[in-house]
């Protein structure tokens, strides 16, 4: 069964990936990049040409989406599995099944960061990364051979995984609150996947220490800058390769957003940003 690491691109996904990597797949909780695969992205383009799939084809791939999900379930055993994908149903083509799914974290940010954050990510402008969040459909990265994600906006994204929410097996983290208490935000995580699986939560507490301590934004940049991180992209114009973990908790979009964007994205996702208490 899987419990989803679900969020909008650039939104802390790959800090709570970290997290949990470290704590769960290693043996003293001291984090390097290598541990990620055992989160690994659904939908991917590796798993879906395993299955002979193509990749090319986007309405065979979505009609596949729970061919993927039941080849790499395994019963009994709960599985992490991370996605920019948003709740979607596209020809009566569900993205996932409560058959395979356990529950979801959802990681939200606020989406003045978003853009900003997705700017240097993609190497575009603030109004180019912004037009993207309010009126993008799908989401890639520019790597040859990547496999379309329908992210949808960064609203109907948030919205579209409150089902889970409405049956209990949800868990919102905020992106700041995640920053701002590490500690705090990663034994809520742990807490509710230990009760996801029906087990009383039991922290080891050396591990717990050294997760936060080798997770954290300082280490992750330098393991970037000494080994690369295969997730950030090459501007395929200037040839220059953009630092993944960059600004971190200095993305402050009061310095880096111009004041008429930052109205434009208060106006857009109004009601949502009211919801999650950003305005």
Known sequence: MFIWL?????????????????????EDGNFDFSMLKNIPQFPSAK???KLDINIKDEKEVVRNYLVAQKTINKKGVVQFLKTHSYLFDIENNPFTSLDYSLGVIYIVRDPRNVVTSFSNHNQISNQKALDIITNSHIYATLKKDDIIVYSGTWASHFNSWKPFREKNIYLLIKYEDLIKDTEKALYSILDFIFKLGKKNLIIDKKKFINTINSTSFEKLQNLEEKNGFKESITNEETGKKSKFFYKGPENDWKKRLEPDLQKKIELIFQKEMIELKYL
Do not use: A, E, Q
């Open 6 to 26: 679900s969020s909008y691109p650039k939104s802390g996904n790959t800090f709570v990936r970290s997290l949990l990597s470290s704590y769960f797949f290693s």
């Open 47 to 49: 798993l879906f040409k």
